[in-house]
């Protein structure tokens, strides 16, 4: 018998090795795949039968026999394609993400996978180009770049040697897609970049992974040889003129290294310091050549939109936020995981909808979007459609989707706090505001907490938030205001202001 | 380091040889080989990417990962960012300062070594933690050393 278990991080980290190695024992024939993104469900194993795949869920490695016999009716959740959570979705990045067995190229293939590359090989690179910047992607990385008009960009510069790097530090806490994406479908990355390469003419690619996501690093070193192996990779792409070469590069626990010039930096060797631009990488990127970066989400919508043409990406979703968004669920949330689906659905619809609310049944009392750089959000914010515009205006941003949910036990203060604290552990120290100031930040907030000086100090940390805003280099600092000034807001109570 | 070591360490380096954009990459690999990066590894890798010792201690220094003293036998990665935060790991850390680890600081016991990291991937199930690399959801004091001490068995 056919049986899908999990070997994503977080099915891992609630037994799915003890659970695939049970089945093993009772006689299964067990694919690792990647995970389908419902983790209060994992580890959830499918079986294969002729009406699809059925899920069990939170299936432990005692349940091995009896999942074997048909035994297991009250864990089973029907065919997982059909299950409401997963049916109410649209799945395009992660259309093969706990299907597939995420190293195999044939199973890649047997999946609809390289027929984005093999159309892509017949074009001429302005026509990709065109196509991407025509589908309407923007950066997933945070900052919501045009891809086209980067590409645009390194296509028309002249070199001798361009490169493809993809950003997957992703070091947000709460999102995990780009970790899923690796873990679960890497040669979807892989394909991405490729096309990256035949567009502007570049031969190398680097994915900046961090240390953190040693499981994903593992994954997507075993594709990437297996790609070279099936001639994806190597001197000549699937069997034409074109070459790519491909590496993956581990971080070493730096959060300001995912910013693109500190991941420069941190890949020629050096300490991760912000780079002043101009120049932009685009013309002056890794070793001062002409470089395309790109977050692994923005890479990974690529294939889709080559396979199915840039009108069928460009007709989903809503103003100037083309195509789907990776939503991630997390924090305190009872159905925490992945939802993929077109920009404008509603906080309310992500948090209560999918979410089912809070994990601890009480009631929800803050969402943070976009990271630790993002804002703070309350109820009223439940109609917010989620994209890049309606959230900019709400004085928020979306940053790489992720969604963390705090029932009302958290004190905002101590979250204020932090997300100073963090920008000073993590500054790379080559601008005063964010260095210093996020220093004097944690201590003007204590001041106030502890009522001294009050008004005083507000106003100080009024200015402090306003110099760091406008007089960083990058986002490190130039966004800790982001969550400190929306907490203080919203929350005043929790600093201990009177009104 | 005896000079048996500093031969080995060099010859793992060897693939760096004159490559200065490869002072990350030769630590790394140092850390890989050794468990740690001792003083003395920094001239080898300086000489190896003929780069100043300065340059190399500036790239040691800046990332986290770096250890400068041998580590434990197990080593766990604590959270303690915003999404493990919503899921307790205030207080996961206040219970393991009471077990007499300071994960802030990284404080070493025995075999078992706890250290703080801002973000694992795993923010829905959290506290996480990583125990030797293998990933822990809804990690408590209790769970956390239990494992930690399988691992160093």
Redo the contacts between chains.
């Keep these: 018998m056919k049986v899908f278990v999990p070997g994503d991080s977080t099915a891992l980290s609630v037994g799915a090795n003890e659970v695939a190695d049970a089945l093993v024992k009772a006689g299964a024939e067990v694919i690792r795949t990647g995970s389908r993104g419902m983790f209060w469900l994992e580890p959830l194993v499918e079986v294969e039968t002729d009406g699809g795949r059925v899920g069990y869920a939170n299936v432990e490695p005692s349940d091995a026999k009896d999942l074997l016999n048909g035994k297991l009716a009250k864990k089973s959740i029907g065919v997982v394609d059909e299950y409401d959570w997963i049916r109410k979705q649209q799945r395009v990045t992660f259309a093969r993400v706990g299907i597939i067995d995420p190293v195999s190229v044939d199973d890649y293939e047997a999946h609809g996978g390289l027929i984005g590359l093999r159309k892509a090989l017949s074009l001429p690179s302005e026509q990709i180009v065109e196509e991407v910047t025509e589908s309407g992607l923007r950066g997933r990385g945070g900052a919501g770049f045009p891809a086209g008009i980067k590409w645009k960009t390194v296509l028309g510069a002249s070199a001798d040697q361009k490169y493809i790097c993809c950003n997957a530090d992703e070091g947000d806490s709460g999102t995990f897609a780009d970790r899923m994406l690796m873990e679960g479908d890497p040669l979807t990355l892989v394909e991405g970049m490729i096309i990256a390469g035949i567009a502007v003419g570049a031969t190398k690619g680097l994915i900046y992974c961090r240390s953190e996501y040693p499981h994903a690093i593992a994954v997507l070193n075993k594709a990437i040889k297996n790609a070279y192996a099936a001639g994806v990779l190597g001197k000549s792409v699937c069997g034409s003129h074109f070459a790519f070469d491909l590496e993956v590069r581990s971080g070493a626990g730096s959060y300001v290294c995912g910013e693109e010039t500190a991941m420069l930096e941190s890949l020629e060797g050096k300490r991760g310091m912000i780079r002043p631009k101009p120049p932009i990488p685009a013309l002056s990127g890794l070793y001062g050549k002409p470089t395309v970066i790109n977050n692994v989400m923005t890479l990974a919508a690529v294939p889709m939109i080559m396979a199915n043409g840039a009108k069928a990406y460009q007709e989903i979703g809503v103003e100037r936020s083309r195509g789907t968004q990776v939503f991630q669920l997390a924090g305190n949330i009872a159905k925490g995981g992945i939802v993929e689906t077109g920009f404008g659905i509603t906080l309310g619809e992500l948090v209560d909808g999918f979410g089912g609310g809070t994990n601890s049944g009480r009631p929800i009392k803050t969402v943070q979007i976009g990271g630790p750089l993002g804002a703070y959000l309350d109820k009223t914010s439940w109609d917010l459609p989620m994209a890049y515009e309606s959230l900019a205006a709400a004085g928020g941003m979306l940053g790489h989707g992720g969604v963390v949910v705090f029932d009302d036990t958290v004190n905002m203060a101590a979250q204020a706090r932090f997300a100073m604290e963090f920008c000073a552990e993590e500054s790379c120290g080559k601008c005063t505001p964010c260095r210093i100031g996020s220093t004097r930040g944690v201590e003007v907030i204590d001041k106030i907490v502890a009522g001294e000086n009050q008004a005083e100090n507000l106003e100080l940390l009024e200015d402090l938030c306003e110099v760091m805003t406008d007089g960083s280099l990058c986002a490190m600092g130039g966004l800790t205001p982001l969550p400190v000034r929306s907490a203080l807001k919203l929350y005043p109570a929790d600093f201990g202001i009177r009104s | 380091m005896t000079q048996f070591v500093v031969d080995d360490l060099t010859s793992e380096l060897e693939q760096f040889r004159g490559d200065?954009?490869?002072?990350?990459?030769?630590?790394?690999k140092t850390q890989e080989v050794l468990g740690f990066v001792p003083d003395s590894a920094i001239d080898v890798v300086a000489k190896v990417?003929n780069v100043s010792r300065a340059?190399v201690y500036?790239?040691f220094t800046?990332?986290?990962?770096?250890k400068s003293t041998p580590p434990a036998k197990c080593i766990v990665?604590v959270?303690v960012?915003?999404?493990?935060?919503?899921?307790g790991s205030?207080e996961l850390i206040d219970d393991l300062h009471k077990k007499g680890f300071d994960v802030h600081k990284g404080t070493k016991q025995g075999d078992i070594q706890m250290e703080q990291?801002?973000?694992?991937?795993?923010?829905?199930?959290?506290p996480?933690a990583?125990v030797n690399?293998?990933?822990?959801?809804r990690a408590t004091a209790k769970s956390l050393i239990a494992k930690a001490n399988e691992e160093a068995r």
């Design positions: 200065n954009f490869a002072v990350l990459r030769a630590l790394q990417c340059e500036g790239v800046f990332y986290s990962d770096f990665k959270c960012a915003e999404a493990c935060q919503a899921n205030r990291t801002f973000c694992l991937g795993n923010c829905a199930l959290g996480a990583l690399g293998k990933p822990v959801a």
